[in-house]
């Protein structure tokens, strides 16, 4: 069965022009306004929108009912944009007003105050948008085979450094890299050389640090010789993400990859 991205996006907007929400609550408060009606928004509104509202609505009635049949019309058009409006006013900081929250934000709080409409729309189009780019980088990778296993949480280091690839979350990626073979050596080492590290460390041992020791005691571990090689370039990347700057795709990509090809060449026996 082919599913046609294109087609679930073309319902997530029909569904928002027949069923936007924000029509319908935007006329309503422009017609209660209009009609001396306003303190019944009092029970339906959360009290911080409600209080917002009553502000703008007591220093300008008129204005205020002429802002809100506007959005009414905007809403229609429009419900996509604002629910992206409202989920990226969650990811990013927000420059502080002089007081006034714009008709659109007020919308959108209360929208959001018991239904969650905005949000909902907002998550569907943005995951609907990543599915495509996703699949495409899913298929630079093949299954990463290993003959014996590692622990609990290097898997869910590994899935989510993989997921974080796939969703365009390159920093994150090659960050979480960095936290996959930290734990899946401390896995693999000896346990003379593992108490010899957790105690100059101090049970902070980086990357780096550990990549350290396996050069001084390469023989003793009996890990591949190329392991390091690898496990630095994953190293480096890392610590470019943490201290230097967003990733690029392909930096993210070429960080996962020897991520994964290190943890083959650690796992083997």
């Not at 209080?51 to 220093?59: I, M, P, V």
């Not at 390159?170 to 693999?188: D, P």
């Not at 480096?236 to 943490?242: E, L, R």
Request: hydrophobic fraction near 40%; aromatic fraction near 6%.
């Amino acid at each position: 069965m082919a599913i046609e991205i294109d087609r679930l996006s073309e319902l997530l907007l029909k569904m928002a022009d027949e069923n936007a929400p924000g029509r319908e609550f935007s006329a309503a408060i422009a017609e209660l306004a209009r009609t001396g009606r306003f303190p019944h928004l009092k029970d339906v509104l959360p009290s911080v929108v409600y209080d917002e509202l009553w502000a703008r609505y007591q220093s300008g009635p008129a204005a205020f009912v002429d802002e809100w049949q506007q959005l009414a019309h905007e809403m229609q058009k429009g419900f996509i944009q604002h629910a992206r409006q409202r989920l990226t006013s969650l990811t990013r900081l927000q420059q502080a007003g002089n007081g006034h929250t714009p008709a659109w934000k007020s919308i959108q709080r209360a929208l959001d105050g018991n239904q969650n409409d905005l949000l909902r729309a907002a998550v569907a189009a943005e995951f609907l948008d990543l599915v495509e780019p996703a699949v495409a980088r899913a298929t630079h990778l093949r299954e990463c085979v290993v003959a014996s296993p590692s622990s609990d949480e290097a898997d869910r280091y590994l899935d989510e450094a993989t997921r974080c690839y796939f969703f365009a979350l390159f920093t994150a990626c090659a960050v979480m890299c960095r936290s996959v073979l930290e734990e899946a050596i401390k896995q693999k080492l000896p346990a003379n050389l593992s108490k010899l590290i957790r105690t100059r460390y101090r049970n902070t041992a980086t990357l780096g640090n550990l990549l350290h020791e396996i050069n001084n005691n390469l023989i003793s571990t009996g890990i591949d010789p190329e392991f390091p090689r690898l496990a630095n370039q994953v190293n480096d990347i890392g610590k470019k993400a943490v201290h230097q700057g967003l990733l690029s795709e392909d930096e993210a990509r070429s960080c996962l990859q020897n991520a994964r090809e290190a943890l083959q060449m650690l796992l083997r026996q």
